[in-house]
């Protein structure tokens, strides 16, 4: 009799701990960057909160893995960062902008013919909470899914803002064209230790910044593109996944850490 209550005991523990991990909150880990015009980091919790299933800041936090995500491009930068994941046998995910794809399509012909996922950050990354009407759709993402359409043969499900800013009804008007709005749980802030350190002391701080704050289910923010020079984020990208593989982690695609379809056809 003492067997099956400690059983039943235990049941409902399991049960309650379940529940608890599933309610838990996504939220970013990685510190507010003071006077840059960043989105509120609460602002990023509220609208994950609100939009469950459309609008992610991380995955599932019950396993190790973890999903990188690189912005802004395609660039001159982007073979010599597919090199290091092809080293490190990683796939990542590339949130492109439709402007550059159509001047280096080769550039994210690669990238998806080496297993990485592709999303779309909008044409040439305005602030497009600052866009009224349907202008985001028509005049951002929809002549991005276009460019996806003419070069790969295929539109992604996935979307991710430039700066992370959008308006609520712009995400039920992602989420009404059948995508998913992806934002991030770890930035590797390499846009601003790079703007404000020589290169060398730039990777140091982006490689100690994800490995500090890396947590299962997370999803890592960091740029194939944009500023003076993206090698310090590539030499940091060649370490932290050292490191972090060394702690027992594991690297998937965003669409595997949610477990959704990454195209629309
Ligand atoms: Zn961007």
Same mark, same amino acid.
């Given at each position: 009799m003492k067997g099956l209550k400690s059983l039943w005991l235990a049941a409902v523990l399991a049960l309650l701990a379940g529940f608890l991990h599933a309610a838990e909150p996504q939220k970013v880990r990685t510190p507010f960057i003071d006077n840059w015009g960043q989105i509120p980091l609460e602002e990023l919790a509220r609208q994950a909160a609100t939009f469950p299933g459309v609008f992610y800041l991380q995955g599932n936090e019950s396993q190790k893995v973890i999903a990188l995500t690189f912005d802004d491009g395609p660039s001159q930068f982007t073979p010599a960062l597919l090199d290091v994941l092809k080293k490190h046998q990683v796939k990542a995910t590339f949130f492109v902008l439709g402007k550059s794809m159509e001047q280096s399509p080769e550039l994210v012909k690669r990238a998806h013919? &080496? $297993?990485?996922?592709? $999303?779309?950050? !909008?044409?040439?990354? +305005?602030?497009? !909470? &600052?866009? !009224? $009407? &349907?202008a985001y759709w028509t005049k951002q993402l929809q002549p991005t899914q276009d460019m996806f359409q003419k070069v790969l043969g295929f539109k +992604? !499900?996935?979307?991710? +803002?430039p700066y992370g800013f959008l308006t609520d009804a712009q995400i039920k008007g992602i989420d009404g064209h059948g995508m998913k709005a992806i934002l991030w749980s770890v930035a590797s802030d390499d846009w601003y230790l790079t703007h404000t350190m020589q290169n060398a002391a730039a990777a140091d701080a982006i490689a100690g910044q994800v490995v500090k704050y890396a947590h299962p289910g997370a999803i890592v923010l960091a740029h194939d593109a944009g500023g003076r020079t993206r090698q310090p984020t590539i030499e940091a990208t060649d370490r932290y996944i050292a490191e972090l593989k060394k702690q027992g982690y594991r690297f998937v695609t965003v669409d595997q850490l949610l477990g959704v379809k990454p195209t629309l056809n």
């Open positions: 013919a &080496e $297993g990485h996922t592709l $999303g779309n950050h !909008s044409w040439d990354h +305005p602030n497009l !909470s &600052e866009m !009224s $009407g &349907e +992604p !499900s996935l979307m991710r +803002p």
